[in-house]
């Protein structure tokens, strides 16, 4: 029994354009390639599944005991919707949903289309001519603790006392120094954290702060301080660009990492 697997809301297209779509994207299962359905002026994105292997039952089955097919399948639902938003290279809005959105029948995904028409239309409208990006950034303690001994005043003055001791007792207030360093470093991440999203959020219609990954999702060596989504007009994406090369240029020698990435699905604004 077949079902229709939903990728996603798009504005209808040229006729042109929806056979290209049609005729170069294969589904999540790479059996059947993704068609539209339409109301109005929306369209669904979507490709006919077997419902025995792709039912919520059998879906919410498999993330219990097959995570790797999971794992899989999430990958190519988005990859269909990259490839669907940059149909013959240009860049299309989508609404994109989430991984395992299946309907039985196609009157059930035309009556869901009309239903929710007005609130389609809404978020069509929000991602008009625009990407989504992010912007992550990491910390590399050490360097930064090397900034505050340096420009701090107080650890200036404890340092001069340190200096000032005989040999054989300057043990305990080497600790207080590194100690008093750390705090002083801690403290001070949320305000670089400021600057730099007031730097990066006007170049953008919309920002989002997201939660920080921890090292194991990361793959990186140093702890992440910063997970910002950024919803930015096509035509600023290079002053985007731009803007992040500069906060690298001035931060990172001590001790911030920039990492921005995109375009992606446009998850965090709809």
Not at 122 to 136: A, I, N
Not at 169 to 187: C, G, N, P
Request: proline share 3%.
């Amino acid at each position: 029994m077949k079902g229709f697997y939903l990728y996603g809301i798009c504005p209808v297209l040229k006729l042109e354009r929806s056979r290209d779509m049609e005729a170069d994207i294969k589904g999540i299962d790479d059996v059947g390639n993704i068609f539209l359905v339409s109301h109005n002026d929306i369209a669904a994105v979507v490709s006919e599944v077997s419902l025995e292997e792709f039912d919520s039952e059998e879906i919410q089955r498999k993330a219990k005991e097959d995570l790797q097919w999971i794992k899989d399948k999430a990958s190519r639902h988005d990859e269909v919707i990259k490839a669907a938003i940059k149909i013959n290279g240009d860049s299309l809005a989508i609404i994109p949903m989430k991984f395992g959105t299946i309907f039985k029948t196609k009157e059930g995904l035309s009556g869901s289309l009309r239903k929710n028409y007005l609130k389609f239309r809404k978020f069509l409208e929000v991602l008009e001519g625009k990407e989504e990006w992010s912007m992550k950034v990491y910390l590399k303690a050490r360097l930064l603790e090397s900034e505050i001994k340096k420009t701090s005043a107080i650890i200036k003055e404890k340092s001069r006392e340190l200096c000032s001791m005989p040999a054989g007792r300057t043990y305990f207030l080497e600790k207080e120094i590194d100690e008093m360093v750390a705090v002083e470093a801690r403290k001070s991440i949320s305000g670089y954290i400021s600057i730099f999203f007031e730097k990066i959020k006007p170049l953008a219609e919309e920002a989002k702060e997201n939660k920080i990954l921890e090292k194991e999702i990361t793959q990186k060596r140093e702890p992440m301080i910063f997970n910002g989504a950024f919803l930015v007009k096509k035509e600023k994406v290079d002053e985007f660009q731009k803007e992040i090369q500069k906060l690298r240029a001035e931060y990172e020698k001590i001790g911030f990492t920039f990492e921005s990435s995109g375009p992606w699905s446009p998850y965090n604004f709809v």
